[in-house]
Antibody, heavy 123, light 106 residues
């Protein structure tokens, strides 16, 4: 079965950096586009970034563009999110998400979500 | 930037039908998706491409789309359906979520 296990969250000071990892199993990782989505405490879902299956195409939310970088290592079945210049408003649970198998016109659902890892930006 | 608007809350009595709307400019020209999130859990896809159910999602969940509004309908609502629901669409190559609707079953 599909498993997505995020790690790397923790407490970091404003202006600091953190790298999140997502270990994927139960499916052919190299064939799937992957997302990061975050949720601030008590708030709604906010999409962060997406990478294509081969890592050649990436897109970001305006709120993180230039500060966050999504990447993947298919030899390790792992998705990453490098977060730099962190701000208090980046405090959230970060979810790793596998695209669904329901694609049409290159657009798919966010089919399967990991359990998330909490990032707290505070001095 | 593209925006999706949902009502913050909807209440329904057990066994009745709950409808949650999601509005966005020309939403009907895009595929709509719906996710359910129960407290302390990760979101789960319940509707994709406006009106299709993933395997394992009960038949009481359905979706529709008309013009600028997508609707998630839960027929014969059960206590276990109490959760936050989020609509989602693609805007070009980025993903947009609605603000979420808290469904209360009382």
């Amino acid at each position: 079965q599909v498993q997505l296990v995020e790690s790397g969250g923790g407490v970091v000071q404003p202006g600091g950096s953190l790298r999140l990892s997502c270990a994927a199993s139960g499916f052919t990782f190299r064939n799937y586009g992957m997302h990061w989505v975050r949720q601030a405490p008590g708030k709604g879902l906010e999409w962060v970034a997406v990478t294509s299956s081969d890592g050649s195409n990436k897109d970001y939310a305006d709120s993180v563009k230039g500060r966050f970088t999504i990447s993947r290592d298919s030899s390790k079945n792992t998705l990453y999110l490098q977060m730099n210049s962190l701000r208090a408003e980046d405090t959230a649970v970060y979810y790793c998400v596998k695209r669904g198998d329901d694609c049409s016109g290159g657009r798919c659902s966010l089919g399967y979500w990991g359990q998330g890892t909490l990032v707290t930006v505070s001095s | 930037s593209y925006e999706l608007t949902q009502p913050p809350s909807v209440s329904v009595s057990p066994g009745q039908t709950a409808s949650i709307t999601c509005s966005g400019d020309k939403l009907g020209d895009k595929y709509g998706y719906w996710y359910q999130q129960k407290p302390g859990q990760s979101p789960v896809l319940v509707i994709y491409q406006h009106n299709k159910r993933p395997s394992g999602i009960p038949e009481r969940f359905s979706g529709s789309n008309s013009g600028n509004t997508a609707t998630l309908t839960i027929s014969g609502t059960q206590a276990m359906d109490e959760a936050d629901y989020y609509c989602q669409a693609w805007d070009s190559s980025t993903v947009v979520f609605g603000g979420g609707t808290k469904l209360t079953v009382l």
